[in-house]
């Protein structure tokens, strides 16, 4: 039986799209192609289209997932140029998705949703926006949003670089037009963007400092070009694209065991845990410098990037790695709790972003008035990262306890996208105007989730930032890729209840 696509007046819903990463592309392809709806807006804070890969444009910036995993099932790229796709392609793969389906022609750039709030009277949501090129403001009334704006947008810079008096920047936020060449960088952070900027530039400035606050584990990145012959076999011959795609998402999926602390796993992780050791041993000779590159925790609890060339840029002559905290920071110098001191003309800030402060206070008003960063705080209760019972109508991509460890978050986005559809047209169905989640079924899901975390490394002692600050997980999904889409491949109407658009009365579904 296929999906409604109207209410039985022949009416559909407005939509609201917060977002044109790739979760906002999503839901607004998916609502074109499954509801043929085409009754939505969609509501970016960028000059562009793209997310995170519009706004990271740092040098070396590039997906640590396999590009024919990192794209739309539905919309497959036989073009990529190599096995792991750089910023600009990945950039480029999503304006010629959103010129095919017509996106550029919906969304509202550079305007931003400064205040949803849920009008129960209405059964809406009432969005303000503001136009920042025009100062334009004004409401939109929307019986559906979707917030796509992702967990990797609101740049972490630590207050204590306030006191830096030469020119520095986040990742994020990179200055393209500060010369490196010949002068002393200062870079801070050890993550996977700071793993990706150090090889990019370490050629080309006179010193690098770079300030690890705990090393990383990394394993090889085999970044081969894509031969025209297997352009040619993934675009003309049938099942080569498809079967590649499958063995690449499979092989992902085979590595959780990893991430898992039982007993039975111990022998993946282990032998995980010695491929990375004989990898960092192979490639870093200086016993020093190899000890200061080396983990003091358990495989996987914070995130595994994937690069060839960091190891050997951190073994340059003009490279100095250092492990000691920064603890003051005056004009252009940085003292470490070591003593010692660094005089560097800018400074990189590869410090992260506020992955769990989901949304801003003040932002998001749900039931009866409550906001509802206040509600969850960091530890939010919804119903498989999607939805939750104090927002109605409302629908979350990429949210809480949906990020990956091991596979592409495309597919998690894909799914939930999936099961939102799903929902609209269960309202549809029923003539509902609005549908949200029980109290019990997000807290069985959240509690189950707790449960589950036990047996992974996300869990451990170690700080990272897919925990919040109770050391509480809630960033990840715990198991694969397939159990989630498993779990979500029907509509459950059973966790949820709705409100009868002629009668205005609450039922359980």
């Keep these: 039986m296929g999906l409604t696509k109207t209410y039985k007046d022949g009416t559909t819903p407005t939509v609201c799209i917060i977002g044109a990463g790739f979760s906002g592309m999503c839901a607004a392809i998916r609502l074109q192609t499954q509801l043929n709806l085409d009754t939505y807006t969609i509501f970016e804070l960028e000059p562009e289209l793209g997310g995170t890969w519009w706004s990271n444009t740092y040098p070396g910036c590039a997906c640590d997932v396999k590009s024919i995993n990192y794209q739309f099932s539905f919309e497959p790229n036989y073009e990529w140029s190599k096995t792991y796709a750089g910023q600009q392609e990945i950039l480029e793969y999503q304006r010629r998705v959103a010129k095919k389906y017509n996106l550029y022609e919906k969304i509202r750039f550079r305007t931003e949703i400064t205040h949803a709030e849920w009008r129960e009277e209405l059964q809406q949501w009432v969005l303000d926006w503001t136009n920042w090129n025009t100062g334009e403001t004004g409401q939109m009334f929307a019986d559906i949003v979707f917030s796509g704006m992702g967990p990797l947008r609101i740049p972490q810079i630590p207050k204590q670089f306030d006191a830096f008096e030469g020119p520095?920047?986040?990742?994020?936020?990179?200055?393209?037009?500060?010369?490196?060449?010949?002068?002393?960088?200062?870079?801070?952070?050890?993550?996977?963007?700071?793993?990706?900027?150090?090889p990019a530039i370490v050629d080309k400035v006179k010193k690098l400092e770079f300030y690890q606050r705990s090393a990383t584990y990394i394993v090889p990145r085999r970044n081969t070009n894509n031969s025209a012959l297997w352009k040619f076999l993934f675009k003309y011959v049938p099942f080569v694209h498809l079967l590649y795609y499958k063995l690449t998402y499979w092989a992902s999926e085979s590595t959780i065991r990893a991430f898992s602390t039982k007993w039975q796993h111990t022998p993946t992780r282990r032998i995980a845990m010695f491929l990375a050791w004989s990898y960092r041993f192979?490639?870093?000779?200086?016993?020093?410098?190899?000890?200061?590159?080396?983990?003091?925790?358990?495989?996987?609890?914070?995130?595994i990037v994937v690069s060839s060339d960091y190891f050997p840029a951190l073994a340059k002559k003009n490279v100095s790695v250092h492990t000691a905290r920064i603890t003051d920071v005056k004009g252009t110098t940085l003292t470490l709790s070591d003593g010692s001191q660094q005089e560097v003309d800018a400074l990189v800030l590869a410090t992260g972003f506020h992955t769990q402060d989901i949304l801003s206070e003040g932002l998001l008003t749900g039931k009866n008035g409550h906001d509802i960063m206040k509600v969850w705080g960091q530890d939010p209760k919804t119903y498989y990262g999607i939805t939750s019972a104090e927002t109605p109508n409302m629908f979350f991509l990429l949210g809480p306890n949906t990020g990956l460890g091991h596979n592409s978050v495309l597919f998690m986005i894909e799914t939930s996208c999936e099961y939102a559809i799903m929902a609209i047209a269960h309202m549809m169905e029923k003539d509902l105007s609005s549908i949200q989640a029980t109290p019990k079924a997000c807290k069985d899901f959240v509690d189950e989730v707790e449960e589950k975390m036990k047996g992974m490394v996300w869990s451990s002692d170690c700080k990272s930032w897919y925990q919040n600050e109770q050391g509480k997980v809630t960033a990840l999904w715990w198991s694969t890729c397939t159990h989630y889409w498993w779990r979500l491949r029907k509509f459950r109407h059973q966790h949820f209840v709705g409100i009868q658009r002629s009668t205005s009365r609450t039922y359980a579904l």
Aim: aromatic fraction near 10%.
């Design 168 to 198: 520095k920047w986040h990742t994020a936020q990179w200055n393209h037009d500060y010369d490196l060449t010949n002068k002393r960088i200062a870079v801070v952070g050890s993550g996977a963007s700071a793993i990706q900027v150090v």
């Design 282 to 303: 192979w490639q870093i000779r200086d016993k020093e410098l190899r000890k200061k590159l080396t983990p003091n925790y358990i495989l996987g609890c914070r995130r």
